[in-house]
């Protein structure tokens, strides 16, 4: 813990993540504030050595054509010297690798790996290649199969028997065509799979002259190979279609001039002409004209945004009915709509604990149900019941736990692409599981379940003027980004106030902030702060307080409180609807924390209907940490609920960390677990329940498998099935699973 917090207290450090088993630690940093040799210091001063660094990156896969194959690569990549960690994701066709830097695995290794095992990593997400193979895979199952029923038809009804073998191997090979050279590329890399399996069992059919069952095999398992792909295909584009929606191309202007070039020469400040209708190219600010911007696909809300000068707008939105001229603030790659469908690619190839549960078995079984094989196939020899050999054949064809390698993953990638589809970026199945199982949540206040748009509404003065009081505290918070430095400043500027310019700014996280004004020392800042500095408000101030209900800073000039400034924000549309949602259906108890006062969170508590006994308040931002880590030392899990910028070290000690409106902020993308894109509290019930269904259906999917893949292991151990029912019964396990899965991507929640 103090480790993360010395970290996370570097400026630029957005995220620090702690693995004790590996002894790792996952630093996120913005590499233009601090050094790996600032963080290294850090930890060295805690006694700590950082002992090697490692590099992580992601490919996207083709051509993954079962579901175990997913673990095969993971093997063999994993194999490979100075890998440290590696994950794929058969749902989401993912490599993610962990891999010392300047260390034997390199990225072209890694590709050299994969394609040796007969896949390709895809450079972009150019999908026609993609959809080739698919289609000549396709064909091949086609093929096979009207062979396949070609020869059944002169087999059964014309008596042809010559004619009718030959159809049925020819139906076996072009079945088999494509899970052949897979075969061979997983024996080459010494690893056996279900292509591998199925292959054996054909082969053997054919041997003992079962040829219908032979072609019954390699059509039925191409068949429903097709199937997964097309089916699994379908939730791995709920996230990737996001990147293809951003235009190509932008109209810059360019010496007066609109010239259309691709959006990877638009460079930073330049200003883009975005006409009615089309997609805004680049995330960037308007600077004139005025317009509805739909940003459902940044941020998940269905109602078209108003922009005018000002407004912040991003990639991939559309532009309704008036032309913009956007100044570009960053460039393609680094906008809003690249980080978060990168984020969610990262966060589908991680594991949620299930799924290392339901590999686990899947590691023991394959080996038993082969060990099984073959000592039915010796006992078949021994005792020369040639019926024996059909068995172990069946057993064969139900031993790849397919259905239960699935199961997990693919309820994960549809539930993750439906949350960023409603603006809800959730960086694993960890975090969804941690929502799905939540009870206990805390709030933050301000910019939480207030808008964080204050207003100042008083100005008190000690013995000065008002006037004193207001231009000073403007002139400190001219360098301040705190929602109450914004208030102050716009309304000295209403009151046209000759604000002077400060020296030697100094922000005061959780407490205020000084400056030098005019040759004099001022602070701006809370209650705590004045007693920090140990001085005593006037009793004239004092009394006039009393009666005010709201954010309250004071303004010290020369070690003297001068006066104070009373603000008020406002809550949250639908802030109490929410946690009365909450209350009812999830929470068992609900928090508010904040630097603020007490009366102004008491108040705030009792508007939204949080128990007032359950308010922190006057907390510096340490203090708010431990109070979380109170909280989960309490409950177990909690879900805290903040802005990712000022919260983040409450955000990062909490079970899982929810960041509000991270569309307008690129570091709380970064922050938090769990980021609700729009500034929209009402999708953290949303969330909620997503989470719970997605546990629901993990669950189903789990026990589905099991019972499926043990009732075939027995049943071929015994004898009762054949061959055709045990391809038939393998592929349709893997398949209702995925069906089951994929309702997850049109989930709705119940109460609205
Ligand atoms: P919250 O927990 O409500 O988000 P913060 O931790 O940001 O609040 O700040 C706590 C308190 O510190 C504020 O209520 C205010 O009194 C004071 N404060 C912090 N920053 C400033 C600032 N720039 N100007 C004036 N007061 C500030
Ligand atoms: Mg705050």
Known sequence: MRLRDAILTLDGVSRVDIYPSSSKIVVTFDKSRTSLAMIESRARRLGLEIAENFDHESFRLEGLDCPDCALKIEKAVGKLPGVLWVSVNYAASLLLVEYQRNGAASRDNIIKLVRDLGYEVAE???????????????????????FLVTAFVLKNIFVVDFAA?????????????????????????????????????AAGAIAIGELFDAAAVMFLFSLGAALESYTVEKTRESVSRLIELSPNEASVLRNGVEVRVPVADVRVGEVVV???????????????????????????????????PGAEVFAGTINQNGALEVSVKRPIGEDTL??????????????????????????????????????????????????????????????????????????????????????????????????GRAKVFAFDKTGTLTKGCLEVVDVIAANNSCEDVLRLAAAVEQMSEHPIAAAILRRAEAEKLNVPKPIDFKAMPGLGAKAIVEGTECHVGSKRLVETLGLQLPDSLASALESKVGTVVFVVRDRKVIGAIVLSDVL???????????HKKHAKELFVLTGDNETIAGFVASEVGVDTDNVYAGLMPEEKVSVVHDLVERFGTVVMVGDGVNDAPALAASTVGVAMGGAGS?????????????????KLPFAVELGQRTLQIIKQNIAISLSAVFLMFVAAFAGKIGLTTGVIGHEASALIVIANGMRLLRFQPRNR
Do not use: W
Not at 275 to 303: A, H, N, W
Not at 368 to 383: E, M, R, T
């Open 666 to 682: 690129p570091v709380s993308l970064e922050t938090a677990d769990v980021v609700l894109m729009s500034d929209n509290l009402m």
């Open 572 to 582: 949250r549309d639908g802030a109490r609807e929410i946690v009365s949602t909450l």
């Open 274 to 308: 975005v006409k009615p209708g089309d997609r805004i190219p680049l995330d960037g600010e308007v600077i004139s004209g005025s317009s509805f911007v739909d940003q459902s696909i940044v941020t998940g809300e269905s109602v078209p945004i108003e922009k005018l």
């Open 165 to 201: 073998d030959t159809f049925y191997i020819l139906s076996a090979i072009f079945g088999g065509f494509y899970p052949i050279r897979a075969a061979f590329y997983s024996l080459r890399a010494r690893s056996i799979d279900t292509n591998v399996l199925m292959i054996t069992a």
């Open 338 to 435: 690249s980080r978060l469908s990168r984020l969610v690619e990262i966060a589908q190839a991680q594991k949620a604990p299930y799924q290392q549960f339901s590999e686990k078995v899947g590691r023991i079984y394959t080996p038993l149900v082969l060990l099984s094989a073959v000592i039915v196939f010796a006992y078949a020899l021994l005792s020369g019941d040639h019926s024996f050999i059909r068995r172990a054949l069946v057993l064969l064809v139900v031993g790849c736990p397919c259905a239960l390698v699935i199961s997990t993953p693919v309820a994960l990638v549809a539930s993750l692409g439906r949350a960023a589809k409603s603006g809800v970026l959730i960086k694993g199945g960890v975090y969804l599981e941690g929502l």
């Open 124 to 146: 972009s997400y150019e999908k026609s290649e993609r959809i080739s193979k698919i289609n000549r895979r396709t064909v091949a199952t086609a093929v096979s199969g009207v």
